[in-house]
């Protein structure tokens, strides 16, 4: 009985005898999807491919290759590959300068291929026959050197200096721009614009020499504005790959990320960038090229942490506010230790040339961007004008064409006649944007930091500052001890009497305020219709509890939790904490750490990784998909540091055998606020990341493991969050038309139907149903964005609250559903 | 003739500023008075132009993104054409409006307005079974 796999051999077979070479190819492409024995059959396949014509074998095997580069499923793409290995073997071993042309040119679409001594010889056979070797395979040689690849390093090192090749690997955006636009100019310019690269790609420290600069600006002068070429081709940096590389069985996706021999002349001509003469662009160039090297990648993680490096090098040797303020953006935003590191050293080294604190530096190196009154720019061509708007949280643009009327877009008189200052101006607001929301985050940060500001430096740097003072004017503040806000131009407290001037300011907290006076403010903002940049007056409070005087050492208040690694790591490193993804492997971790230096404090939040199962409870690369949360802690800021194995076993000290481990110190030593506003990130993980947010796992996930888990988690105690939003929801039934029908009742919102009752769980969102507690489940429809039901609101609020909400609403009318997913569990 | 004012409220229970619009009639039901906001906002849109639709209900072609919906390139939006979908979003539950603190659920509920009448809308999420 003939196989449906020896159908597919036996029209593969027909095909390569009519030599349809690109059907053949899709045709093994399929054939390799659906193979489930794992290339077993491959052989069955290498010989109906090789019934292709005499002299097509090379055609067949890059149109194999480029569908290779595009398959995404590991099993797949090892099935092809086994194939492609059979095709190309004949060709790297005939020893005639035609094939080793073939055999080269498929190595070539790989970050690195085997054998080094192989690809030389190889390559000196193309010499030998007067063929030039192309670009390409030097490119894949300079990775596997670069790479250090299987031994290949000696044989190819040597053998790369003597050709006379571009410095730059083709294949990415960036470098095939700077190629072609060097090849475009006048020979001598080309030639010196080679020597540049050539030199560039001796970067090979952290930072460069003396000798290096002084060769790098001595090569600089030679060129015709070189500023605008560097600063073209950086902005292309982080482009996918213009050509896709083949991945081999253990390779990562190289094609999202950057090439790693061309990672050094890059730094090269990052350094050389900051030695140019100050352009506004620069700046704003590099500190884009910081973030974009920093974007991670499955499996590699950030793309080029050497990149970012040398821009944040490249930025603290600009010495203009423009290069100031990118590196004061950065170090609000960049969470990759290494990196912010070298913001965090680069912004003390300024602040300490200015004779300030660090703290100061960060405050001045915020640009107006040209705002003048806070928030607003106008900008003026010819006798057009646009007016920037940034009073209210966002950004907005309103154009006026000559005749002063407002239009929608910008006027052509514009477009035509001042093209660079309508460029200039739309980065500006692009920075603008952007700046605040760094600042906001900034802001947000200052609780703990606990800066008290002299009255006047803060008026001018915060509440007048052009930029800041759009944030400023919509919080508040503590003037001497008294809270006030910024309405109708003046400070005022909540009870409208003005505040004129003062000693200090601090940033207001509602911990350790009157609850009347936290009410108050909430009214104050509320009847002036102002929205906070973060939540302040409405920022959720966390008290020590009984349980935690109890236990007195420690909170369990976030134990046991199941958090999804991935997006706990992404949140704490957003929230200012330094955290290792965990792999499954013989390794030792600290716990999650958030440092308080102004506390002489560090908190730890203890975790270990979760499952035993490689693969069901693991990344493809070995990190932990889960973890399974303990204790928080409080420790002295220079106690010895906690270790415990990835796979958990409890978290030591280590400390010298006769030394004593430093003990934690007692929750209620904690200062209130510390103790809130690190509980609050935690809640926020927790509120986040908990597998207990996701409604698929009602069966426990994998085998039902984490069942009971799930259930608590979804109607177990209130959190902070919860606490507040049944709050909110106290206020807000009352005014809706199911009034009637709708109770806040302990943790849940009770609404009734017509045909059951419902309990709507004030933490989750999650629905049980009389008589018996059934789950009832209903999710939020997964829009793509086409359907009609999709209104906006400016902002987002609480996405659990408007689950919650929709689904009373909802629930209320029970005899109207018609959806029948829905239908079906209330009358089973 | 009134001034109303329009409140666009979130969960969290924070307000965004309120616009105001005059209307002619004291007495408009309140599939009009959806109507008046969307019309009004479309035009204040298309006057200020830019690619970001700041408005209650999503237009064709656009992707949502923090600020608003991001238009494909700068351009026109519809207003009889959002209107319409405002209103069909309306009775499948994709928002709801109080009319001063009392929620009002019919299109053909007849409003009395005066001077100082809020409106509130409020977002509400689709839902489904799974």
Same mark, same amino acid.
Request: proline share 5%; charged share 25%; hydrophobic share 40%.
């Given at each position: 009985m003939p196989t449906p796999l020896d159908d597919r051999a036996k029209a593969m077979a027909e095909l390569a005898r009519r030599g349809d070479i690109e059907s053949l190819a899709d045709e093994v492409v399929a054939y390799a999807a659906a193979d489930n024995d794992r290339g077993r059959r491959g052989s069955r396949v290498a010989n109906a491919l090789r019934l292709v014509p005499a002299g097509r074998g090379p055609e067949l095997l890059m149109a194999l290759l480029e569908r290779c580069c595009l398959v995404t499923d590991a099993e797949q793409r090892q099935v092809i590959n086994q194939l492609l290995e059979t095709l190309v073997k004949p060709y790297s071993t005939t020893g005639t300068p035609d094939a080793a042309e073939v055999a080269l040119a498929f190595a070539a679409r790989h970050t690195a291929y085997f054998g080094g001594a192989e690809q030389r010889h190889m390559a000196e056979l193309l010499l030998e026959a007067g063929r030039p070797v192309p670009l390409e395979v030097v490119a894949m040689m300079r990775r596997a050197v670069a790479h250090g690849y299987w031994g290949s390093v000696a044989a190819l090192k040597p053998f790369l200096a003597r050709l006379d090749a571009p410095a730059l690997n083709p294949g990415e955006a960036w470098a095939d721009r700077a190629l072609t636009d060097v090849g475009s100019l006048d020979p001598a310019e080309t030639t010196r614009w080679h020597a540049l690269f050539r030199h560039a790609a001796t970067a090979t420290s952290? *930072?460069? +020499?003396?000798?290096?600069?002084?060769?790098?600006?001595?090569?600089?002068?030679?060129? $015709?504005?070189? #500023?605008?070429?560097?600063? +073209?081709?950086?902005t292309l940096v982080g482009r996918p790959r213009t050509v896709r590389l083949n991945r081999t069985q253990w390779e990562q996706d190289i094609n999202e990320s950057l090439d790693p021999y061309n990672a050094t002349p890059l730094r090269g001509l990052v350094w050389l960038a900051s030695f140019l003469p100050e352009h506004p662009e620069t700046p704003r160039v590099l500190g884009a090229l910081v973030e974009t090297s920093l974007r991670k990648v499955a499996g590699i993680g950030p793309r080029s942490p050497k990149i970012a490096n040398a821009g944040v090098y490249a930025l603290s040797r600009i010495p203009s506010e423009n290069a100031l303020a990118q590196i004061a953006r950065l170090a609000a935003r960049v969470t990759f230790k290494g990196t912010l590191k070298e913001l965090n050293a680069a912004l003390d080294a300024r602040a300490a040339a200015l004779g300030l604190s660090r703290d100061e530096v960060e405050e001045l190196a915020v640009p107006a961007y040209g705002l003048t009154e806070a928030g607003r720019r106008v900008e003026h061509f010819g006798a057009a004008s646009a007016t920037l708007d940034a009073t209210s949280g966002t950004v907005t643009v309103t154009w006026q064409n000559s005749a002063g009327k407002v239009v929608k877009s910008v006027p052509a008189s514009v477009r035509s006649e001042h093209p660079e200052q309508l460029a200039e101006f739309k980065a500006a607001v692009k920075d603008v944007e952007k700046m605040l929301s760094a600042q906001a985050e900034r802001l947000d940060r200052q609780f703990l930091g606990q800066r008290v500001w002299q009255f006047e430096a803060w008026r001018s740097r915060y509440l007048d500052h052009p930029l800041v003072g759009t944030l400023a004017r919509r919080l508040i503040w503590l003037v001497d001890d008294v809270p006030c806000a910024y309405g109708d131009g003046v400070l005022r407290t909540h009870e409208d009497?003005?505040?004129?001037? #003062?000693? +200090?300011v601090r940033l207001w907290h509602p911990i350790g305020r009157e609850v009347a006076e936290v009410l108050a403010w909430r009214g104050w903002l509320e009847d002036r219709r102002v929205t906070q940049p973060f939540k302040q007056a409405h920022r959720e409070l966390y008290l020590l509890t009984a349980a935690e005087e109890n236990t007195r050492l420690y909170s369990n208040r976030y134990a046991a939790h199941i958090l999804r690694q991935h997006q706990f790591h992404a949140l704490a490193a957003a929230r200012g904490w330094r955290n290792r993804l965990r792999l499954m492997v013989d390794d030792e971790y600290e716990p999650a750490t958030r440092e308080l230096p102004q506390w002489g404090l560090r908190a730890e939040f203890w975790i270990e990784g979760i499952g035993d199962d490689w693969g069901a409870d693991t990344t493809e690369s070995g990190a932990y998909l889960r973890l399974a949360t303990d204790q928080v802690r409080f420790y002295p800021i220079n106690a010895p540091e906690h270790y415990a194995h990835a796979g958990g076993g409890g978290y030591e000290q280590w400390v010298h055998q006769e030394a004593e481990p430093t003990e934690p110190v007692p929750l209620a030593e904690v200062p209130p606020l510390v103790l809130s506003e690190v509980l609050r990130d935690v809640d926020l993980f927790v509120g986040v990341a908990s597998v207990g947010n996701d409604p698929t796992w009602q069966d426990g996930g994998p085998d039902g493991r984490f069942r009971e888990y799930w259930a608590s988690y979804s109607f177990g105690e209130l959190s902070g969050t919860a606490q507040t939003r049944r709050e909110m929801l106290e206020r807000l039934v009352p005014r809706l038309a199911i009034a009637e029908r709708a109770t806040v009742d302990g943790r849940f919102l009770v609404v009734r139907g017509d045909l059951r009752t419902y309990k709507i769980h004030l933490g989750s969102g999650n629905i049980?149903? /009389?008589?018996?507690?059934?789950?009832?489940?209903?999710?939020? *429809?997964? /829009? $793509? #964005? +086409? /359907?009609?039901?999709?209104?906006?609101?400016?902002?987002? #609020?609480?996405?659990?609250?408007?689950?919650?909400? /929709?689904?009373?609403?909802?629930l209320a009318k029970d005899t109207q559903i018609t959806d029948p997913t829905i239908t079906q569990q209330l009358r089973r | 003739?009134?001034?109303?004012?329009?409140?666009?409220?979130?969960?969290?229970?924070?307000?965004?500023?309120?616009?105001?619009?005059?209307?002619?009639?004291?007495?408009?039901?309140?599939?009009?008075?959806?109507?008046?906001?969307?019309?009004q906002e479309v035009a204040e849109h298309n006057a200020k132009g830019g690619d970001v639709f700041r408005g209650l209900v999503q237009p064709t072609d656009t992707e949502r993104t923090r600020g608003g919906f991001k238009l494909r390139q700068?351009?026109?939006?519809?207003?009889?054409?959002?209107?319409?979908?405002?209103?069909?979003?309306?009775?499948?539950?994709?928002?709801?409006?109080?009319?001063?603190?009392?929620?009002?659920?019919?299109?053909?509920?007849?409003?009395?307005?005066?001077?100082?009448?809020?409106?509130?809308?409020?977002?509400?999420?689709?839902?489904?079974?799974?």
């Amino acid at each position: 009985m003939p196989t449906p796999l020896d159908d597919r051999a036996k029209a593969m077979a027909e095909l390569a005898r009519r030599g349809d070479i690109e059907s053949l190819a899709d045709e093994v492409v399929a054939y390799a999807a659906a193979d489930n024995d794992r290339g077993r059959r491959g052989s069955r396949v290498a010989n109906a491919l090789r019934l292709v014509p005499a002299g097509r074998g090379p055609e067949l095997l890059m149109a194999l290759l480029e569908r290779c580069c595009l398959v995404t499923d590991a099993e797949q793409r090892q099935v092809i590959n086994q194939l492609l290995e059979t095709l190309v073997k004949p060709y790297s071993t005939t020893g005639t300068p035609d094939a080793a042309e073939v055999a080269l040119a498929f190595a070539a679409r790989h970050t690195a291929y085997f054998g080094g001594a192989e690809q030389r010889h190889m390559a000196e056979l193309l010499l030998e026959a007067g063929r030039p070797v192309p670009l390409e395979v030097v490119a894949m040689m300079r990775r596997a050197v670069a790479h250090g690849y299987w031994g290949s390093v000696a044989a190819l090192k040597p053998f790369l200096a003597r050709l006379d090749a571009p410095a730059l690997n083709p294949g990415e955006a960036w470098a095939d721009r700077a190629l072609t636009d060097v090849g475009s100019l006048d020979p001598a310019e080309t030639t010196r614009w080679h020597a540049l690269f050539r030199h560039a790609a001796t970067a090979t420290s952290a *930072k460069p +020499s003396q000798k290096w600069e002084t060769a790098g600006r001595g090569l600089l002068d030679g060129l $015709t504005e070189p #500023g605008d070429r560097l600063r +073209s081709w950086l902005t292309l940096v982080g482009r996918p790959r213009t050509v896709r590389l083949n991945r081999t069985q253990w390779e990562q996706d190289i094609n999202e990320s950057l090439d790693p021999y061309n990672a050094t002349p890059l730094r090269g001509l990052v350094w050389l960038a900051s030695f140019l003469p100050e352009h506004p662009e620069t700046p704003r160039v590099l500190g884009a090229l910081v973030e974009t090297s920093l974007r991670k990648v499955a499996g590699i993680g950030p793309r080029s942490p050497k990149i970012a490096n040398a821009g944040v090098y490249a930025l603290s040797r600009i010495p203009s506010e423009n290069a100031l303020a990118q590196i004061a953006r950065l170090a609000a935003r960049v969470t990759f230790k290494g990196t912010l590191k070298e913001l965090n050293a680069a912004l003390d080294a300024r602040a300490a040339a200015l004779g300030l604190s660090r703290d100061e530096v960060e405050e001045l190196a915020v640009p107006a961007y040209g705002l003048t009154e806070a928030g607003r720019r106008v900008e003026h061509f010819g006798a057009a004008s646009a007016t920037l708007d940034a009073t209210s949280g966002t950004v907005t643009v309103t154009w006026q064409n000559s005749a002063g009327k407002v239009v929608k877009s910008v006027p052509a008189s514009v477009r035509s006649e001042h093209p660079e200052q309508l460029a200039e101006f739309k980065a500006a607001v692009k920075d603008v944007e952007k700046m605040l929301s760094a600042q906001a985050e900034r802001l947000d940060r200052q609780f703990l930091g606990q800066r008290v500001w002299q009255f006047e430096a803060w008026r001018s740097r915060y509440l007048d500052h052009p930029l800041v003072g759009t944030l400023a004017r919509r919080l508040i503040w503590l003037v001497d001890d008294v809270p006030c806000a910024y309405g109708d131009g003046v400070l005022r407290t909540h009870e409208d009497k003005e505040i004129a001037a #003062g000693e +200090s300011v601090r940033l207001w907290h509602p911990i350790g305020r009157e609850v009347a006076e936290v009410l108050a403010w909430r009214g104050w903002l509320e009847d002036r219709r102002v929205t906070q940049p973060f939540k302040q007056a409405h920022r959720e409070l966390y008290l020590l509890t009984a349980a935690e005087e109890n236990t007195r050492l420690y909170s369990n208040r976030y134990a046991a939790h199941i958090l999804r690694q991935h997006q706990f790591h992404a949140l704490a490193a957003a929230r200012g904490w330094r955290n290792r993804l965990r792999l499954m492997v013989d390794d030792e971790y600290e716990p999650a750490t958030r440092e308080l230096p102004q506390w002489g404090l560090r908190a730890e939040f203890w975790i270990e990784g979760i499952g035993d199962d490689w693969g069901a409870d693991t990344t493809e690369s070995g990190a932990y998909l889960r973890l399974a949360t303990d204790q928080v802690r409080f420790y002295p800021i220079n106690a010895p540091e906690h270790y415990a194995h990835a796979g958990g076993g409890g978290y030591e000290q280590w400390v010298h055998q006769e030394a004593e481990p430093t003990e934690p110190v007692p929750l209620a030593e904690v200062p209130p606020l510390v103790l809130s506003e690190v509980l609050r990130d935690v809640d926020l993980f927790v509120g986040v990341a908990s597998v207990g947010n996701d409604p698929t796992w009602q069966d426990g996930g994998p085998d039902g493991r984490f069942r009971e888990y799930w259930a608590s988690y979804s109607f177990g105690e209130l959190s902070g969050t919860a606490q507040t939003r049944r709050e909110m929801l106290e206020r807000l039934v009352p005014r809706l038309a199911i009034a009637e029908r709708a109770t806040v009742d302990g943790r849940f919102l009770v609404v009734r139907g017509d045909l059951r009752t419902y309990k709507i769980h004030l933490g989750s969102g999650n629905i049980l149903m /009389s008589p018996n507690d059934q789950y009832l489940c209903i999710v939020p *429809k997964q /829009s $793509t #964005g +086409s /359907s009609t039901g999709n209104v906006f609101l400016p902002f987002d #609020g609480d996405r659990v609250l408007a689950v919650i909400l /929709s689904k009373a609403l909802m629930l209320a009318k029970d005899t109207q559903i018609t959806d029948p997913t829905i239908t079906q569990q209330l009358r089973r | 003739m009134t001034m109303v004012s329009f409140v666009d409220e979130t969960t969290s229970g924070e307000r965004s500023a309120a616009w105001h619009l005059e209307i002619f009639e004291e007495r408009l039901p309140l599939r009009e008075v959806i109507r008046r906001r969307v019309f009004q906002e479309v035009a204040e849109h298309n006057a200020k132009g830019g690619d970001v639709f700041r408005g209650l209900v999503q237009p064709t072609d656009t992707e949502r993104t923090r600020g608003g919906f991001k238009l494909r390139q700068p351009r026109r939006v519809d207003p009889a054409e959002q209107a319409d979908r405002a209103l069909e979003a309306f009775s499948h539950n994709g928002y709801v409006v109080l009319v001063d603190d009392r929620q009002v659920e019919e299109l053909d509920t007849v409003l009395e307005l005066s001077r100082g009448t809020e409106i509130t809308f409020l977002k509400l999420v689709p839902l489904v079974g799974g």
